[in-house]
């Protein structure tokens, strides 16, 4: 069997992010990034009308990294150069001063109301919601439901918290009749993933990126000829190397009393119905009376 070798490039593939999705992305790179980068980062997105009006140097000089620093962090944005970067921050900017009203400070303390604490997770569900619906591709979120929706088998891969998402997206995939699995063993995941191949689609839950027990079994499916999605908060990280579609989610901010596993969630859920809706309109005919079927086999469990 020949060995697939995905290719990758450093300059971004498809058009660059609209001004509202550049925070988002900042937010959800950063983390990733190289603490020069983050400074950069950091200043477009907390003054983009100040940082707009900079050239690369002056930039640089104000972030106390390089012009090339500078490059590197607006093409990891999503940007071919800092040009359009630029540009990008000048129509933040002009949205910011359209009258919106200043982001709320969601940092949960541990003597806060529980009010508050409603509030403040309500915010930020809502904030992550729309910056992972602002961040994703949906070039590359058509081409997956094009692979689910004509797959042989579909295996999806989770472990801890992403685990519950991907039972999610396998009961979801189950209701309208098609042949889903989710392996939160590691070794069973791998196992089985061997026994994919073209036609069949393998799909990852990873907010970090970076979890072995997952990008394993991803590997091995993407060496057997299926059709490999990932799901994850960090696109540059090593699970994308394996992954021909990867569907980008953002986060709220951690701190001490919720951490990634509980705010990456929420985003990856959105990209698990995402996908669930688009498939079960591409397969409509056969997926409408399957999810009759499901419901009227559980309606006695409802009535009184």
Request: charged letters at 20%; proline letters at 5%; one cysteine or more.
């Amino acid at each position: 069997m020949t060995q697939r070798v995905k290719e990758t490039f450093e300059k971004p593939s498809g058009p660059p992010p609209a001004p509202a999705a550049l925070a988002a992305k900042v937010r959800t790179l950063a983390p990733s990034m190289t603490r020069s980068m983050q400074r950069v980062a950091e200043a477009v997105a907390g003054d983009p009308a100040g940082c707009a009006a900079l050239t690369v140097t002056g930039l640089a000089e104000l972030t106390g990294t390089s012009e090339a620093t500078v490059v590197r962090t607006a093409r990891l944005l999503g940007y071919p150069g800092y040009r359009d970067l630029r540009l990008a921050l000048a129509g933040l900017a002009a949205q910011q001063q359209s009258g919106r009203a200043p982001a709320l400070t969601t940092d949960i303390a541990v003597d806060d109301p529980i009010a508050d604490v409603v509030a403040k997770l309500a915010y930020d569900e809502q904030q992550t919601l729309a910056d992972t619906a602002a961040g994703l591709d949906t070039a590359q979120l058509g081409a997956a439901v094009t692979a689910l929706a004509g797959a042989r088998r579909i295996d999806v891969y989770g472990v801890g918290a992403s685990a519950l998402v991907a039972q999610d997206l396998m009961q979801k995939l189950l209701r309208i009749g098609l042949i889903a699995h989710a392996h939160s063993d590691p070794h069973l995941a791998v196992t089985n993933a061997v026994q994919l191949r073209g036609g069949d689609v393998a799909v990852a839950f990873t907010h970090s990126g970076s979890t072995g027990d997952v990008i394993e079994p991803l590997r091995v499916a993407f060496e057997h000829g299926a059709t490999t999605v990932a799901v994850t908060g960090r696109p540059d990280g090593p699970v994308a190397q394996y992954a021909d579609h990867v569907l980008t989610t953002s986060t709220a901010r951690e701190s001490e009393l919720r951490p990634a596993a509980m705010s990456s969630r929420t985003s990856q859920l959105l990209v698990v119905d995402c996908l669930f809706i688009g498939v079960a309109q591409r397969t409509y005919e056969a997926a409408a009376p399957a999810l009759s079927a499901s419901y009227e086999a559980l309606a006695h469990r409802h009535r009184r």
